[in-house]
């Protein structure tokens, strides 16, 4: 089995990133966390060899911070809540903004 070197961590909010860390790096791998600020517990500060806070709204950063970072693998772990996505953060940016008015009424209809 091949060994992986680093694994980009998106992280959202309960336990489930903290124990994918632990788990990947007792096997070696160091862990670059990109967490969902407000969102996603403090904790995985203590969990991870490297931590980014993002809003969810400063999206557009994230190829780029993997770049520098060099994260060729990426798991995302943790509940986003939907409600999130509505907030006025993401109004700002227009194409979030522009994707969300055509799929509110959708997820409202399902739910």
Do not use: C
């Not at 907030?87 to 055509?102: A, G, M, P």
């Not at 959708?106 to 739910?111: D, V």
């Amino acid at each position: 089995m091949k060994k992986i070197g680093r694994i980009g961590l998106l992280a959202g909010e309960g336990e489930l990133p903290i124990v994918f860390a632990d788990e990947a790096r007792k096997k070696g791998t160091k862990i670059i966390a990109f967490a969902a600020k407000g969102i996603a517990s403090p904790e995985l500060n203590r969990h991870v060899d490297k931590i980014y806070w993002i809003n969810l709204s400063e999206t557009a950063k994230l190829p780029f911070m993997f770049f520098t970072n060099r994260v060729k693998n990426l798991v995302m772990i943790g509940k986003i809540p939907k409600s999130t996505f509505f907030k006025k953060d993401f109004s700002k940016n227009e194409q979030i903004s522009s994707f969300l008015k055509n799929t509110e009424n959708r997820l409202t209809t399902l739910y």
